[in-house]
């Protein structure tokens, strides 16, 4: 049973419930020995056009004055009252934007670790939405902006890595696992390795999948993917419940994911070491 998660979100993000003590709480009940709070970072509204913002659903996260003032003080108080019963890292996901490093590398400053969840890539001076616009020409600016992201040493973790296969369609405008998606799949395992960065097989894909329509089979995490990730025995891959509902921090879908992750042969960290 998972003894650890990274990858847990807050009410802030405007799409999850409870606060950082809610989830603690849980995690000590369900026997937890660390717990990470990552919930979505802020993303100032000048790093885009306000039509890029709104086309990637940004107005929904957390403001950065949110995170100064709510945000991080929940997080001292959460350690304060339960440090003593179980470790708890302060964290966010956060995108990443090339030319504002620096920016990441101040949010950073206050916390242990960040994840890296490309939610959108920068693809013809346009940023595109990692759920609607991969296909078999912008894939590759998806990996862009996972590789450069993790050659930052900034991130910790790439979390859901196989995102891009969402609504990926080939050339024909199939949805298929093709040679445009194994070559990424290898560059990402390699770059991972090469920056000392977790791959994470998130276990919210289930449930995402399902939500559009997806009974039979996940959009992510994605069997290929994960098969072709199994090949490299240098790579470290963590589980995370993506919790943004408090019950999942570790319900039915993680334990799927888990089995999945066996059937697999893969070898997973239980914990996830903070660099």
Same mark, same amino acid.
């Given at each position: 049973?998972?003894?650890?998660?990274?990858?847990?979100?807050?009410?802030?993000?405007?799409?999850?419930?409870?606060?950082?003590?809610?989830?603690?709480?849980?995690?000590?009940?369900?026997?937890?020995?660390?717990?990470?709070?990552?919930?979505?970072?802020?993303?100032?509204?000048?790093?885009?056009?306000?039509?890029?913002?709104?086309?990637?659903?940004?107005?929904?996260?957390?403001?950065?004055?949110?995170?100064?003032?709510?945000?991080?003080?929940? +997080?001292?108080?959460?350690? *304060?009252?339960?440090? &003593?019963?179980? =470790?708890?890292?302060?964290?966010? !996901?956060?995108? $990443?934007?090339?030319?504002?490093?620096?920016?990441?590398?101040?949010?950073?400053?206050?916390?242990?670790?960040?994840?890296?969840?490309?939610?959108?890539?920068?693809?013809?001076?346009?940023?595109?939405?990692?759920?609607?616009?991969?296909?078999?020409?912008?894939?590759?600016?998806?990996?862009?902006?996972?590789?450069?992201?993790?050659?930052?040493?900034?991130?910790?973790?790439?979390?859901?890595?196989?995102?891009?296969?969402?609504?990926?369609?080939?050339?024909?405008?199939?949805?298929?696992?093709?040679?445009?998606?194994?070559?990424?799949?290898?560059?990402?395992?390699?770059?991972?390795?090469?920056?000392?960065?977790? +791959?994470?097989?998130?276990? *919210?894909?289930?449930? &995402?999948?399902? =939500?559009?329509?997806?009974?039979? !089979?996940?959009? $992510?995490?994605?069997?290929?993917?994960?098969?072709?990730?199994?090949?490299?025995?240098?790579?470290?891959?963590?589980?995370?419940?993506?919790?943004?509902?408090?019950?999942?921090?570790?319900?039915?879908?993680?334990?799927?994911?888990?089995?999945?992750?066996?059937?697999?042969?893969?070898?997973?960290?239980?914990?996830?070491?903070?660099?």
């Amino acid at each position: 049973m998972l003894k650890a998660n990274y990858h847990t979100h807050t009410k802030l993000c405007n799409h999850a419930e409870g606060m950082p003590e809610d989830y603690i709480k849980k995690a000590i009940e369900l026997g937890f020995i660390e717990i990470g709070m990552s919930d979505h970072g802020p993303v100032p509204e000048e790093f885009m056009s306000k039509e890029e913002y709104l086309n990637n659903w940004i107005q929904r996260n957390m403001k950065l004055n949110e995170y100064y003032e709510i945000y991080l003080p929940s +997080l001292d108080e959460a350690i *304060n009252k339960y440090g &003593n019963k179980i =470790k708890i890292y302060k964290g966010l !996901e956060v995108e $990443y934007i090339p030319g504002h490093e620096e920016y990441y590398i101040g949010l950073k400053a206050n916390l242990d670790y960040l994840n890296l969840g490309i939610h959108y890539f920068l693809s013809n001076g346009i940023e595109k939405n990692s759920y609607d616009d991969v296909n078999y020409k912008t894939i590759y600016d998806y990996l862009n902006i996972a590789t450069k992201g993790m050659d930052t040493k900034i991130y910790n973790c790439l979390v859901h890595p196989d995102l891009f296969y969402f609504d990926y369609k080939n050339e024909e405008g199939k949805q298929v696992f093709d040679k445009h998606c194994e070559y990424v799949t290898r560059e990402i395992c390699k770059s991972a390795i090469k920056n000392n960065v977790y +791959l994470e097989i998130n276990a *919210n894909g289930p449930a &995402n999948s399902r =939500k559009y329509g997806h009974k039979n !089979e996940w959009l $992510y995490p994605r069997k290929e993917f994960w098969q072709i990730a199994s090949e490299y025995k240098d790579l470290k891959i963590i589980i995370g419940s993506d919790a943004h509902l408090i019950n999942n921090l570790y319900n039915e879908d993680v334990k799927k994911i888990e089995e999945f992750a066996k059937t697999l042969n893969l070898k997973v960290e239980s914990f996830m070491k903070i660099k």
